[in-house]
Structure formats: C-alpha cells, structure tokens
C-alpha cells in the first residue's frame, strides 16, 4: 500500500532542505553604497525598491547581484572595493544627503569624481573636524556600533564654572534624561577658575549630541567642537574641507575585525587588536614558581665569614674589625702598624 501524502518529486524543482541561493537585498545594497541596511529597509518599506518591473517588497529577498535593480528609479552598480576616505568637516555644513531647509550639505562639496559614499556617524552643523567616510554601507554601520570600541576624541572650547561632583559622574558614566551614558575620558584643568577653557573629550558610543550634553550637566556651554579623531585614524594637519583616501592595507589592518568575515585578512596576516576599556585582569590563583637555589652554595654563604664579608657593602665592612694574619697574635699586628707622629 502506497502512502498518499508522500509526492514524487516533479522536474524542475529543488529539495525542500536544499540551501538558498543569493544573498539577501538590504546587505547587498548596503555593501553598493546605497545606505546602511536599516536605511536600505526603510527603502524597501517606501516602495523605492525595484528588481525590473517588480516592487521589492521584503528585505529578506535574495538576489545573487545587483543587476537590473534600482532605487527610486536610479540604477545600482556593482559594488566596488571598499573604501575609506578621511575628510575635514568645516563648520556649518549638515551630515545628510539632503536637507529640508536648504543647508549646504557635506556631500555637496566633495569632488565630482567621487563615487555615492555614506559617512560614518554624523557631526552636526556647527561641529567640525575628522569625518570617515565609505562606500560601503556595512562597513559604516560597524564602525559606529559601541561593540566596535573605537574611541572618539574631541577638543571642546568652553564657557562656564564646571561642577567637580559632576565630573566625576560622567567619567563613570551616568544618566540623563532616561539616556544612558558610558563613561568618558576627560583631560580638563581642574585648578582653573576661568569661565573659558580648552578641554580634551573622548567617548566610545557617539549618541545625539553626547559631548554637548555632558559637558552641559556638569555646567559648561560648548562654543567651538572640534573631532580629532576616530579610532585609529586622526585629523592631523588636515586643512579643512580637504579630503584623503586611506590606503588599502591600512583599512584592512585597521577594520580587521570586519573583514575577517569576508575571507580577507590584513596585511602579513597581523590582526588589529580590539580596544579595551577595561584593563586586562591579572590570573590569580596561580603559584610563583619559586627561584632555584643550590643548597651547598647557600650552606657555604651562611658559615663562610670571608663570603659572608665580602657581600656585605663597603661602608659596613670598613667598619668591621679586621682578621690578623695567621700566625700573628694581634698586639704583634698592631706594633707593626705606624702610627702617625704629626710631621709631614
């Protein structure tokens, strides 16, 4: 007898178990320069999204490339190498591709030979200073998340009378405002009664308007920001507005970690190390092994007085009566020393 539920096989079609082929929409225009996978979603949510004809409707589509696809209405290319380009922000230009109030944007002044690229974080209007921009979305997206532990320093000019209680609190980390926020690394002049100062800040998470709120909490009004750096990579004497590329071998030794899962690995096969915060704890537990000694030459240091004269220091052993020579009685020994008469 025949089981009716079971059905052969037709031409044409796969196993159930059998893997899917492609690689899902959102990472792989992500990865084109399009956006970050979350602004590719909100994309594909909008209806922005078309394979041919077809509206793309779930980022969970699997494509093998990106051929035929675009994005409201403009064509996607291929995805290129990874790039990293290190550029100085001037004041008073916006972080966003585009602006509703018609501020000047930081994509609108770079070079006309540079390919779509998404910036790393953002830095608002009045905020200058070392921007990381790429061309590819996911890599963005790593560089900005907390689990990444890149430090980001900045010099901040301030107006004000800062409280030192409250200092102390944001270097441990506090909340403000139902936001939570790690600990920081400030180098400020805590002897200094001027209401105007210079102070180094350094933070590992970079939340909306994180330096200006903490520096607000303990009572200093920022007037000039300025983002030294990024991880491993600094502003330097970069002018402003000037952009420059990061060599190849640099990103991948520095994004090691990210490329690691691509099958690259960096140069010479050394990987970055991932910042700490956290110093390394020490192992306890485990027992010193203890310094050899050879027991006759320690016997012999402890009866021999010559040995045991001969390690003590020369001012404590000038102050030691002295051994006479063998065969001599000691008064024979002193009658033989001069004495001094007073002549020279």
């Not at 994004?255 to 192992?283: L, N, Q």
Request: one cysteine or more; hydrophobic letters at 30%.
């Amino acid at each position: 007898m025949t089981d009716e539920t079971q059905k052969p096989a037709t031409a044409g079609t796969e196993p159930q178990d059998a893997p899917a082929k492609g690689e899902r929409i959102a990472k792989m225009l992500a990865r084109a320069g399009v956006g970050s996978r979350r602004a590719v979603e909100r994309m594909i949510e909008a209806g922005m999204v078309k394979q041919g004809d077809r509206v793309i409707d779930t980022p969970a589509t699997l494509i093998t490339s990106v051929e035929g696809i675009t994005v409201d209405g403009q064509k996607v290319n291929p995805p290129e190498p990874t790039k990293i380009w290190l550029y100085h922000k001037p004041a008073g230009r916006v972080t966003t591709y585009f602006d509703p109030d018609g501020r000047p944007t930081v994509f609108e002044a770079l070079p006309a030979n540079m390919p779509r690229v998404l910036s790393v974080g953002r830095l608002d209007l009045n905020t200058e200073g070392l921007l990381l921009l790429t061309n590819d979305g996911e890599l963005s997206r790593w560089l900005e998340l907390p689990s990444t532990g890149w430090l980001r320093t900045y010099k901040v000019r301030c107006h004000g009378y800062f409280d030192r209680d409250r200092l102390a609190e944001i270097r441990r980390g506090l909340t403000i405002d139902d936001v939570k926020y790690r600990g920081v690394k400030i180098d400020i002049n805590e002897s200094r009664e001027k209401s105007n100062l210079w102070l180094t800040i350094a933070i590992r998470e970079g939340k909306n308007r994180e330096v200006r709120k903490l520096l607000e909490y303990i009572g200093l009004q920022v007037t000039r920001l300025i983002r030294l750096s990024y991880g491993p990579f600094e502003l330097k004497e970069m002018a402003r507005g000037t952009i420059l590329e990061v060599p190849t071998k640099d990103t991948h030794l520095h994004c090691a970690e990210y490329f690691k899962d691509k099958g690259i690995e960096a140069p010479g096969g050394v990987t970055a190390e991932k910042p700490s915060s956290r110093p390394a704890k020490e192992r306890q537990g485990w027992a010193k092994a203890k310094p050899k000694t050879n027991n006759r030459r320690a016997n012999k240091k402890r009866t021999d007085p010559k040995r045991f004269e001969e390690d003590l220091p020369k001012k404590v052993r000038g102050n030691r009566p002295s051994t006479p020579p063998r065969g001599k009685s000691p008064a024979t020994a002193r009658a033989k020393t001069p004495r001094p008469t007073g002549k020279k």
